[in-house]
Nanobody, 120 residues
Framework: QVQLVESGGGLVQPGGSLRLSCAAS????????MGWYRQAPGKQRELVAN???????NYADSVKGRFTISRDNSKNTVSLQMNSLKSEDTAVYYC??????????????WGQGTQVTVSS
């Protein structure tokens, strides 16, 4: 089992910045994929960004150049720095960890979600 605790959501004006953090504990494999997803009202959950344990990152086109994902393997944390926020970034953001064995996802864990609201 893996437990994920998120922090850092809130209300911000358009053009502002927020930083989300997620601390993972429990059975985390040496090869894992940590990431952030979001779900806006009436929409499906979508990938925002992820980062594998080796450091390679992947971003949704809608956030490229504005968001930066990073991780600290020694602390099992993943962060999402969000800059130049837009109203369409408003959503509940979820931390996600996938344990990987032999290039396959063996287990998949989710945080409780944190609300990000971009509004003037």
């Amino acid at each position: 089992q893996v437990q994920l605790v998120e922090s850092g959501g809130g209300l911000v004006q358009p053009g502002g910045s927020l930083r989300l953090s997620c601390a993972a504990s429990g059975s985390i494999f040496s090869i894992n994929l940590m990431g952030w997803y979001r779900q806006a009202p009436g929409k499906q959950r979508e990938l925002v960004a992820n980062i594998i344990s080796g450091g390679v990152t992947n971003y949704a086109d809608s956030v490229k150049g504005r968001f930066t994902i990073s991780r600290d393997n020694s602390k099992n944390t993943v962060s999402l720095q969000m800059n130049s926020l837009k109203s369409e970034d408003t959503a509940v953001y979820y931390c996600n960890v996938k344990n990987i064995v032999d290039l396959e996802i063996q287990s998949d864990y989710w945080g409780q979600g944190t609300q990000v609201t971009v509004s003037s």
